[in-house]
């Protein structure tokens, strides 16, 4: 709780896979800018290591994954190759296009949430501030 | 009923010389394109005219703003009997799984009653990749996976490139459009004789919209655009090299106005490219064609579409000095937006794409898309794309509105609201023109803020209920989620079989001869004076897939960084 009234939480916001159509990440990035979170935002396309990558220099609590063309399928690896990089405590969104039972593996890959089109601006916002605060207690101590 | 036949016009309005030669040649032009073989009555018995004007007789005023079909300023249409003589082409975009998959889908299509067939290919294709560079989750979900000469032929097989017209979603450098003039000349099809579009080549809405696609730096993409579009003027005179497309800018969050105005600025910036280069503008821009969004904004839309070609018909007159109605002619394909499309209550979709449909219709279009109402749950499936192609079929035999010509033309609104888009298209195009054109203005990232403000304020008017969406911010049903659709995905084994077919080929080739090829293609791209469309042909019969074109391009040409304006 005292890093949430201190320091603002931190969330990378990005696609990776192959599509780029960044209207929704953008959109979704200032929301979260808006509500005074510390947005990281990338160029779409990454690569699972670069977001692996950038998630543990920009310390990050949250991560928002875009996806409108499948991309989303990747979502499981990205988990696998944050937990090995000792980044298990990153919690990990979904916005875009995705396919109900595809949710369901998502959950299943440890997903925290799934947003759809026609999903709110608090919704959002509440989500990743929860998020974020889990994150927080679930950081390992060094 | 205070509308009144053409012929009465005639002899009842005789203080207008001038109109009674284009009223004239309009209905000759009609005539001699129908004749009475056209009649049509409505249910009521009522013989239905093909085109209806002022019943006080055409003024001067009237003449210049709207006219005639076919003829300058083109407001109600490019072609003298428009819709009722050819109606649009049924264009559906697909796209899954391997060659295969498409060339079995494609004949479905076909016979259900498309008339022209789109060929999308796999992100990895548009991202300039080979499948087996990819990750294979992602292999042939929302495309197919086209690499090679052979994967082409596979996709064309029994589909006769002289009578079908083919729409290819092929970005910058046209691997796939190389690729299919390769498979005619083993059809045995004349490139004079092969028709279509590309129309994935408008590299500038691919550095402000969307970033779905592989792009060379600007000036490479200019140059092989360049290129490509002076080969099609010599060899391949039937294909439009060229689409602009609005449709991505206006996805990513640009008014319909404001996509309007940038795309007739991109296009103003290719045909001035094209004049730069020596070629004749009394050629290029016959081929010229546009690609645009439909919203459910429906008067907005059709008069966007309205001021749209009256504003392209005097663009080229005043940059290019034509006078030639013909190259005047704006002909646009257009797809119904899938932005508008609500996840909630997704069979409502099906009301939402009939009135897009409807607006693109009346705003005079050439060629249509519908999406299926999973768009925004999935990649379409193949049922739900017949319900789509079903729904242009309904609009034009059940509700008629092909009869008549600019149906809503005269309409006090569409008219006043015509204008008033016009004006707003005119002022983004002075806004490009003050950055020193369109291409200056997407360097420096002018048009990308401009799409993204607008995108945020339509954010806002959502959120704030201005703007009400039935089913999200309005009319909301607890829904089963287990009733909406599932989309049976390629199967991973055999997308992976297909990697590895290509695996095979590709050690299969003699590593000289693809060192001649690369080297070859390399040094076309070098010299100022070769063609690198000509030198991809040559390139993709020498056995060279997409990707090891695109390989070399990109060493040469520099790669199109994406530019975000956050």
């Given at each position: 709780m005292s890093r949430l009234q201190s320091t603002p939480p931190r969330v990378l916001v990005t696609k990776i896979g192959l599509d780029g159509h960044d209207r929704g990440s953008r959109i979704v990035a200032s929301y979260l800018r808006d509500a005074g979170m510390e947005v990281v935002y990338t160029n779409p396309w990454q690569e699972i290591e670069s977001v692996v990558k950038l998630a543990m220099e920009e310390d990050v609590d949250v991560i928002g994954i875009s996806s409108l063309?499948?991309?989303?399928?990747?979502v499981p690896k990205l988990m696998k190759a944050l937990e090995s990089s000792g980044l298990s405590h990153i919690r990990v969104i979904v916005g875009g296009i995705v396919p109900d039972l595809d949710e369901l593996a998502l959950q299943k890959a440890g997903v925290s949430r799934v947003f759809h089109p026609g999903s709110s601006r608090e919704d959002i916002v509440e989500t990743v501030q929860q998020l974020a605060e889990q994150a927080l207690q679930a950081r390992p101590t060094f | 009923m205070n509308e009144v036949k053409l012929d009465q016009i005639l002899t009842e309005d005789e203080h207008h010389t001038g109109d009674d030669k284009s009223a004239e040649r309009w209905r000759s032009e009609y005539e001699t394109q129908?004749?009475?073989?056209s009649a049509i009555y409505n249910r009521s018995g009522i013989k239905v005219e093909p085109l209806y004007t002022p019943s006080s007789g055409m003024d001067t005023a009237y003449l210049k703003k709207l006219g005639f079909p076919?003829?300058?300023?083109m407001t109600r249409g490019?072609?003298?009997?428009?819709h009722r003589g050819r109606t649009w082409s049924q264009r559906q975009l697909i796209g899954l799984g391997t060659p295969e998959h498409f060339n079995a889908r494609v004949k479905n299509m076909l016979k259900a009653g498309a008339s022209a067939l789109s060929l999308i290919p796999c992100n990895s294709v548009y991202r300039g990749?080979?499948?087996?560079?990819?990750?294979?989750?992602?292999?042939?979900?929302?495309?197919t996976v086209v690499n090679t000469v052979e994967d082409m032929d596979i996709c064309l097989r029994d589909i006769p490139l002289d009578s079908v017209s083919v729409a290819l979603?092929?970005?910058?450098?046209f691997t796939m459009f190389a690729q299919m003039l390769a498979v005619a000349d083993k059809q045995g099809v004349?490139?004079?004789?092969i028709t279509g579009t590309?129309?994935?080549?408008d590299y500038v809405s691919h550095f402000v919209a969307n970033h779905m696609f592989y792009r060379l730096s600007l000036p490479g993409s200019r140059r092989v655009l360049l290129d490509t579009m002076e080969f099609c003027a010599k060899n391949?005179?039937?294909?439009?090299?060229l689409s602009v497309v609005g449709q991505h800018m206006q996805q990513s969050g640009a008014t319909p106005a404001e996509a309007m105005g940038l795309t007739l600025s991109t296009a103003l910036q290719y045909a001035k490219d094209c004049q730069a280069r020596g070629m004749d503008p009394n050629k290029f821009l016959a081929r010229f064609t546009f690609f645009f969004d439909i919203s459910i904004s429906f008067f907005e839309e059709v008069a966007k579409f309205r001021a749209g070609r009256r504003i392209w018909a005097s663009l080229v007159k005043q940059h290019?000095?034509?006078?030639?109605?013909r190259l005047m002619r704006f002909k646009f394909h257009a797809q119904t937006s899938g932005?508008?499309?609500?996840?909630?209550?997704?069979?409502?979709n099906i009301a939402r794409v009939t009135i897009q449909a409807m607006a693109g219709i009346f705003g005079g279009l050439q060629s249509l898309h519908t999406d299926g109402y999973d768009e925004v749950l999935s990649t379409p499936g193949e049922d739900i794309a017949k319900i789509a192609i079903a729904t242009q079929n309904i609009l034009k035999h059940?509700?008629?509105?092909?009869?008549?010509?600019?149906?809503?033309?005269?309409s006090y609104y569409v008219e006043s609201l015509t204008d008033e888009m016009e004006e707003e298209i005119l002022k983004v195009i002075q806004k490009i023109d003050d950055q020193g054109g369109m291409y200056s203005a997407v360097e420096s990232g002018f048009v990308q803020a401009m799409i993204g403000d607008s995108a945020m304020s339509f954010q806002e008017q959502v959120e704030s209920g201005d703007q009400i969406v039935v089913g999200v911010n309005a009319y909301r049903e607890q829904e089963d989620a287990s009733a909406r659709p599932v989309l049976e995905r390629p199967d991973t084994e055999i997308m992976q079989a297909h990697a590895s077919k290509l695996r095979k080929m590709k050690s299969a080739r003699s590593q000289v001869s693809v060192d001649r090829s690369t080297q070859g293609l390399r040094n076309a791209v070098r010299s100022?004076?070769?063609?690198v469309f000509a030198a991809e042909i040559e390139a993709v019969r020498a056995g060279l897939t997409q990707g090891e074109i695109i390989a070399v391009l990109r060493e040469e040409l520099g790669f199109g960084h994406p530019l975000i304006v956050a």
């Open positions: 063309a499948t991309d989303h399928l990747l | 129908l004749g009475e073989k076919g003829q300058e300023p490019i072609y003298p009997t428009m990749y080979d499948c087996d560079q990819v990750e294979p989750e992602l292999l042939g979900t929302c495309g979603n092929d970005p910058l450098p004349s490139w004079s004789k590309s129309n994935q080549s391949v005179q039937r294909w439009n090299p290019f000095g034509i006078t030639d109605e932005c508008d499309l609500t996840r909630q209550q997704p069979l409502n059940e509700a008629h509105l092909c009869d008549v010509i600019d149906p809503l033309g005269g100022d004076n070769e063609n």
